[in-house]
């Protein structure tokens, strides 16, 4: 049985081996070189690379052969994103859709973080002035302190951006 064109058998293992395409293959890349696209450059040199070679951890021709296909999906893509970098030069801004996908995953991580203190607490007395979490939930004087500082964060943010001079936390 012929085996997948892009599995290879290497030391009782399947690798994934992608020949890029001679409109490619080592050619020099042009500088910025987008990180989307490191997978294809050789960094030393600062040329794209001959092939894209992954692992498929796997001694089995069956599980080789199910695994490669996202990879030559993936491979796929990145040849097309490149020719387009070569043609065009890297891109001028980032796109919607990254962007996109940036703010989601910060939204996301601002709301595990949000709920994990949410039900946890601080502990904060102010009337004893101590800070005794009990991992209860928020107290009273929790919840104002939250709210303090999320206004204050919020008022910054908006300034730096009014400014157009964000921080590097933003």
Same mark, same amino acid.
């Given at each position: 049985m012929a085996r997948m064109k892009y599995v290879q058998r290497r030391a009782n293992r399947f690798e994934f081996r992608f020949p890029l395409p001679d409109d #490619?293959?080592? =050619?020099?890349? +042009?500088?910025?070189?987008? &990180?989307?696209? /490191?997978?294809?450059?050789?960094? =030393?040199?600062?040329?794209? =690379?001959? $092939?894209?070679?992954?692992?498929? !951890?796997?001694?089995? /021709?069956?599980? /080789?052969?199910? @695994?490669?296909?996202?990879?030559?999906?993936?491979?796929?893509?990145?040849?097309? !994103?490149? @020719? %387009?970098?070569? =043609?065009?030069?890297?891109? $001028?801004?980032?796109? +919607?859709?990254? *962007?996109?996908s940036l703010v989601r995953e910060h939204e996301v991580e601002l709301l595990e973080g949000d709920e994990k203190l949410r039900r946890t607490g601080i502990g #904060?007395?102010? !009337?004893?002035?101590? *800070?005794?979490? &009990?991992?209860?939930?928020?107290?009273?004087?929790?919840? $104002?302190?939250?709210?303090?500082?999320? %206004?204050?964060?919020?008022?910054?943010?908006? %300034? !730096?951006? /009014?400014?157009? %001079? +964000?921080? $590097?936390?933003?």
């Amino acid at each position: 049985m012929a085996r997948m064109k892009y599995v290879q058998r290497r030391a009782n293992r399947f690798e994934f081996r992608f020949p890029l395409p001679d409109d #490619l293959a080592g =050619k020099a890349a +042009p500088v910025p070189w987008p &990180d989307s696209l /490191a997978a294809l450059l050789n960094a =030393k040199s600062g040329r794209l =690379k001959t $092939e894209i070679i992954r692992s498929l !951890q796997t001694a089995d /021709a069956k599980a /080789a052969e199910r @695994r490669a296909l996202a990879h030559i999906g993936e491979a796929h893509r990145l040849v097309d !994103q490149a @020719r %387009r970098v070569m =043609k065009e030069g890297p891109p $001028e801004g980032i796109s +919607p859709e990254h *962007i996109a996908s940036l703010v989601r995953e910060h939204e996301v991580e601002l709301l595990e973080g949000d709920e994990k203190l949410r039900r946890t607490g601080i502990g #904060l007395d102010l !009337q004893q002035v101590t *800070i005794d979490p &009990d991992r209860l939930g928020m107290t009273d004087d929790d919840l $104002e302190f939250y709210r303090f500082v999320i %206004r204050s964060l919020d008022q910054g943010v908006r %300034r !730096q951006a /009014a400014k157009m %001079r +964000p921080s $590097e936390v933003v």
